[in-house]
């Protein structure tokens, strides 16, 4: 039986609360929060769980294997750190930190101390997620070429971190868990409408080795709500489209015509829709931050590297850190550095 | 009666010759093309049609008002050139020229010597765009924001020109005639993946002053066919889908919500798909061509102003060439000198 | 503050017990459930509640002001029958009773109790629906002329009703709500494939005065899930398509166009996609049984007629039994008798 | 070479003319048309074919191999008698005959003179319908369960024929070929909102043996226009959406799933969308007209059967009669006869 505690139960806390909860051979022993509302709410949703305000009776609970950390980012590194040191195992919402030196001061220190260092990159666990990996480790796609997302949402600007922060994350963590390869450079582009300096419309631009290239349109202020991103591949493409009901990811025949000589021939090309069969394969209905609680758990017992560790954690960061700097000199481009593993 | 002729009898001049003579009040009456299997199909398609080889039999026939120039792009100018010259008007394919200066000096020669300079930039004329620009005219989308647009492709490779230089020049004649501004700065990305010298991916980005920005995402390696466009207003917004069958143009309430710090709210307006009211008007169902045709011969009869006239294809191929000297700078940013207005 | 206790604990009741417990000046007080994994079940999520399993209990306990039932439907009308008697007010479980006979007995017994006696006709409470009912009662739909209904499931059969008692209730207390007329006939017909006597292919015509009909498609063995419902009017009509994320009404303006001897006029029709603007609502985001929940109490406190009561149960399982008649005599017309209001 | 005449050119008479003139092999010599203002037309579509008001002229040119039939349905009988009367192959607009005896009276002529006799069911030689008829016949589906099929439109009302002649025809066709059985009684139910006696919301349900049903909704007063039909098998399913522009044929795995005791089983099955994967296989792009006049020239060329011979025709006029019994006697069972086989 593993028992976590979780830190800071506001708008992701419950979800993690509920999905450990309910996993076999886990028991969620404690809950610490500051805010004596939420607090209320924890031990309504919770009776039987201790819900405390301060987060050292976590750190001072020997019976506490893990601790689950769901508080404002500017907080992650410290928590994180104080956890680690404690002896826990940790898993941390994402951006697991503000900057690249706090990252990889946590992936030093989980693995000084031998200890578990996850990071919740919810979507890894998604069907849709785990179906690409798969269509794209068996070779199917052929040369990955470019791979392209749009997140776009319907006008709810946050006040503490700009568009790029607070929709990337995602993307970026799908990028580098398909892409088998590290980015070179960074070029971000954005605007601010609402008054403050926090970008709310932007564009982020990742190159690779070899003519591959990821682009990420992030927007606060769509119309519609639009989840989509363009994998293409010298032999297959795929469209995953996270609004679909039932149809999240299409795979489709690359087929890429040259155009010649033949007028008629070129007419009918540009005419037609497709160049081969489409295929959307079943994907498992399951909530993946249940999978992904699971997933936590088995590292923790059999102290295995998780699926979404530390490193993955820094890697994101390292872009979103490469984006501030690119855009704060106008769309500059920004080299990475290489990762630290 | 006015009088046309017609230069290039390819993949596009077909259309132009169908409809020019199904205009009121208009005779088609030479064809010029210099490929044989072309010129017979001229003649099949309409037999009372003069089909010529050489381009000065239309240049010295007095009774030809206008030329329509329908070849490729390298040889537009001069083809515009020798038709203002000879005291024709003149409506020129898409890119209008191959530079600007090209551009400029057809804009002053048409100045001169008092002839219509026209460039075919249909798009504008389809019920979709001619709606879109009625209601930002209105002003009911406030200010705008931004305007993004996806322009993607099912695998059709040119041989000749970019991506960018095929596909944008829809959607920047589209930005130059609903935003009322002048660009000032361009950047563009690229790859190729066909082993030539010609992007297949592309982005451009747009500059306007006060933080209106305009994104185009081009691409010949596409899965699907898409071709969207979101305009973003401080009041409402557009989506522009030219896919869809009946319901091209959507107008949307903007509705932002910023963040405060009620969780519960928050997690409210992220589930919310929309904020308001949408409203998809009836677009007029008619051959965006034929409309342009008759604005053309009206054009050429009142000897007024067209709607698309060398300066609106000048604007376009301005940010054409920014783009390209942006690609070659590894994106860097690329100031727009003034139109020549 | 109403007490209210719940009976059946299996696929909806923890539903109910969720948005009754979440209500303001309401407490649930007690579920009782006969299968132990389900009271242990029910233990867990309400530790407060009191779990029982035999039903005299939330019987004879006076604080109970109210008893809901989502038990199978074959207890409904003897549960309801009890509560009825010691006093309680009742909201059941859809369709309220097995038979016509057992609904007009609680409808009979609830007035003279003067108790109140609520079905769950759960889509009354949604946006879409509470919208529809807006703007039929506006008027501006015009006369209603017909309802087409589709309803089609991926393959779960159930074991013990038809597709018909299965699905239809939901769309017939839609069709009672929106259209304020009695229906007059009812014809069904139906297949099994399933190799018991359970058709799991039905359509369900109903007629009603002067020519308006309305028309359902219910299906358990459909390859994709529709529940889509056209409502034409003579001057507007609605598109509701419950499975849309955010545009599930849609009204258009009707346009009619009688074909006349103008060739291309009709030609011009037939491609013409619509005849006029299309109008999608923004529809509130809220859950409907929580909706319906508040309302309930509201009967219950200011003992007003619920919206939908045991009259709303009653037309309901009329349509059924009629359509069981009609199917067993292989689609024949089945005359309604008027009902018991 | 083989030499058409075509009779009647109205709304469908230029695209037979188009589509022949185009075969190789073939050349369209007259058209007859009783309208002066198309007679006209037809000149200046067709300059080097004659134009003529007497339909005697065709029969008597013996240098006519075939005649298309393009006129209203109340001629097609008298004209398609002439045609194999005078050694003519016949090509007629569907529906073929207004009456089952009038085609069976053809069927029986064009037997006894060996002429070629076929029905222009333009649905049958369309990519899509084309691929369904291969994957039904691979057996793959398994045993077919139903068909149910939805083509309704908006808001253009014939004046001569009610909305199921208009419309059923290309449904019944695509039933016939797809379904190899005989259908064995035909219901049918229907309104009028127009003021006349043409029903223009109707409903067709076709029996077949062993429970196999195929269903139609035809409606000319819809807001949208839907063209879907589903095709039910026991192991495989079809979806086909003639509004798709690019996946217009969908195989879905069918997946029952019988509801045992299991609550938790039934609710994920519930909030399930598929259970298996979808294919859309890519279609042929090519004008369906083009395909079917190739494929009748063929027949007239090798004197072999049509895919679309006069049986095709009178298993539809079948249908129809039937139905229009059943319309009239208040939607009543009306047994068919065999065909004429």
Redo the contacts between chains.
Sequence with gaps: MIKVGLVGY??WGPNLARNFAAQPDCELVAICESQSS?IALAKAHF??VRAVEDFQVLLDDPKINAILIATPVSSHFSLAKQALQAGKDVLVEKPMTETVAQAEELIALAKLSNRILAVDHTFLFTGAVQKMKEIVSSGQLGEI??M?S?R?N??????DVNVISDLAPHDLSIMNYLIDKDPIAV?A?G????GNALEN?A?L?VEFPN???A?F?L?W?????IRRT?I?G?KK???YDD?E???KV?I?????????GD?DA?????????????????LP?REALSVEAAHFLTCVRERSKPLSDGIAGLRVIQVLEAAKLSIKD??S?VLLSKGSE
């Excluded at 319907?154 to 006040?159: A, I, P, R, Y």
Aim: net charge positive.
């Design positions: 506001g708008y939420r009776p039987g070429l470019y392209d749009v776009i319907l006008g709810l600007f946050q006040q070029k582009m605007v601010c409408h609402a419309v564009y631009h003519d591959l290239i682009h349109h927007n202020l769509a119309p519609v709500k363009l293409g010298s493409m795929i469209v609004m009901a039932s149809e299409k489709y025949d690359s087929g890429i015509t040259i155009k010649e007028i070129i007419h009918k090309v540009n005419v037609d829709y497709r160049t081969g069969d489409m295929i959307a394969p079943k209905h106008g769309g481009r």
